[in-house]
């Protein structure tokens, strides 16, 4: 049978959200092979399905991880964040030049000298950035994303944003840092207008531990799966509630999202976190909510 944490990635990866949990923990998220050297340096944490190999005075300031392997996010999964995007229907060379915008590329990109932006490139083939970039994601978080292609970043660059390929190869000077600062929107849970119209989950002190609990109305019993985000969009906890089970049942219901703690039952510090609350019904019909939490 499988764990409550593998069942909630695979229930959301197949929705398309896939920066809540999966690979939103990590800066740097390979199917394949994930290769560093020279001076790079990246802040944050990596995961890869098959190899890591750091050489020379390669830096990885966060935790190194080959197990469990991750389900890898489909461009289809990646594209439902990604509603307004634009399509290039070519390869995509830009140099020296200012470059903004959410964008699909049926092709390779290439990207160097002194280019600048704030962007979200998903290419159909290879990306490669050399040179002197400064590049940043824009509010999703996701700077670069190739299925089945590599992307290498070398020279002098410096990134803001996770990058997501079957390979990834960073050289030289290279700096790569995560985005900062939660925002949640229809970018990260498409098709759902209003769900930022949720009042906050509190409006008064509560005695724990119903601090951080929740009312609501199933119509039916139904799948209930929560997960707990920091500011930084990185999942602290999770949990699972199957059909007829307290908190999945039909008619009302009162849940504790959460006791403060992260997965391995270790205090979280005080600051803004945020619950996703998933609902989902036998005949396929869901409903997502977003509850803000003050710790």
């Given amino acids: 049978m499988k764990s409550i944490k593998t069942v909630v990635l695979i229930f959301l990866f197949l929705i398309g959200i896939n920066f809540i949990y999966a690979e939103n923990n990590f800066i740097l998220f390979s199917d394949e092979k994930i290769k560093i050297s020279g001076g790079a340096i990246i802040n944050g944490n990596i995961h890869s399905n098959g190899e890591i190999t750091i050489s020379g005075n390669g830096t990885v300031n966060g935790s190194t991880t080959k197990k469990p392997a991750i389900p890898f996010p489909s461009q289809n999964g990646i594209l439902k964040n990604f509603p307004n995007y634009t399509l290039i229907d070519h390869d995509l060379k830009i140099n020296n030049e200012k470059f903004n915008g959410i964008y699909l590329v049926n ?18 083939g290879d990306i490669k950035i050399d040179g002197d970039c400064k590049l940043t994601s824009t509010d999703s978080g996701l700077v670069f994303y190739t299925q089945d292609g590599e992307i290498s970043v070398s020279g002098n660059s410096q990134l803001k944003g996770k990058i997501i390929a079957e390979k990834i190869k960073i050289s030289g000077n290279v700096e790569i840092d995560s985005m900062t600062g939660f925002k949640p929107t229809q970018t990260y849970l498409p098709g759902t207008d209003n769900l930022m119209k949720q009042p906050p989950l509190i409006d008064k002190p509560l005695p724990d531990p119903w601090k951080y609990s929740v009312q609501y109305t199933l119509k039916e019993d139904a799948e209930v799966y929560v997960t707990i985000v920091n500011q930084r969009r990185m999942p602290v906890n999770t949990f699972a509630i199957q059909p007829g089970e307290e908190g999945s049942r039909k008619g009302e219901n009162k849940l504790i999202l959460w006791l403060g ?10 600051g803004r976190y945020f619950a996703f609350q998933i609902i989902k019904y036998s005949n396929g019909e869901e409903e997502i909510k977003i509850y803000p939490l003050e710790k």
Avoid: F, W
């Fill in 261 to 270: 703690n992260d997965q391995d039952g270790n205090e979280m510090p005080e």
């Fill in 107 to 124: 092709g390779n990109v290439h990207i160097s000298g002194k280019a600048i932006g704030e962007l979200t490139i998903i290419a159909t």
